[in-house]
């Protein structure tokens, strides 16, 4: 037989999740250890006795069985398999991630082979990962292009919402402040100063929010005409995105559900990778 204590080489890989799988006892899903009133392990817990094996020799974790003669039982109550405490030294458990991650080989080895793979700089990736970024994961340029006037047209024609809507509120305010005057018996010569400022202030806002509005229509148009996949978007611009293109849905009869879609963290690095 050999002895495993002497070798020559020794190769260290990454398990996949089937292997770890394929090796575990069971899921741990609970972050506790120990009960703190009955100093046992908590069941699902991280010394769990039904995954790792009992932590007294011979007997399970309820005490229905006990000794030797039960060798190998598995309690149907507790669930915990009858045999010796040192089997804890080599039984493995697993964890169900919520969402899939990238091991820290594959981000930060040099050169980076998901980098390489992906041809995306280390440090854009890393922003990904660290849901710091969104990165685009699908782009279908041909529906984008097949209905990009119609992109245009609700583009313009919001735009002129938003300042047809500027202009009414500016108008309604004006109104409501020469009611106010004539209401106290002034004109408009002899309104106060901080009753015109405060007018001012309100009306500089409403310009300033339409301003903002229409920029960033502008600007999220110019963004779907040009871009495409795996390139890096923040939060805002995704929103401004998919509100732009839910608004050119509502307007016309296009579908444009789906056309452009993001994500972040390692769900959709591994969506990226799994298209390769």
Wanted: charge should be neutral; proline fraction near 3%.
């Amino acid at each position: 037989m050999a002895d495993a204590r002497i070798f020559e080489k020794i190769r260290i890989g990454i398990a996949s999740p089937e292997d770890i799988k394929s090796w575990s006892r069971g899921e741990v899903k609970k972050p506790e250890t120990i009960n703190y009133r009955t100093f046992k392990p908590e069941r699902d817990g991280l010394f769990c006795e039904r995954i790792f094996g009992p932590i007294k020799d011979w007997e399970c974790h309820c005490g229905r069985y006990k000794k030797v003669k039960f060798k190998g039982v598995v309690c149907d109550r507790c669930g915990v398999e009858v045999t010796r405490s040192k089997v804890r030294r080599e039984r493995m458990g697993h964890i169900e991630l919520a969402s899939p991650v990238a091991h820290i080989w594959y981000l930060k080895g040099i050169p980076s082979p998901m980098s390489l793979i992906l041809d995306i700089s280390p440090k854009l990736l890393e922003r990904v990962l660290y849901f710091a970024s969104h990165i685009v994961t699908h782009v279908d340029r041909g529906r984008i292009n097949e209905h990009l006037e119609d992109i245009r047209s609700a583009v313009d024609a919001e735009i002129e919402a938003i300042k047809e809507a500027r202009d009414t509120e500016i108008e309604r305010l004006r109104k409501e402040f020469k009611k106010d005057l004539k209401e106290a018996g002034l004109s408009e010569d002899e309104a106060p100063e901080s009753k015109n400022k405060e007018l001012a202030d309100k009306i500089k806002q409403l310009e300033k929010d339409a301003e903002d509005r229409i920029e960033e229509l502008h600007d999220t148009l110019k963004l779907i005409e040009t871009i495409q996949k795996k390139e890096l978007i923040n939060e805002d611009q995704y929103r401004s995105i998919n509100r732009l293109l839910r608004m050119v849905s509502e307007r016309t009869d296009a579908d444009l559900n789906g056309v452009i879609k993001a994500g972040m963290g390692g769900a959709a690095v591994k969506e990226l990778l799994a298209e390769i």
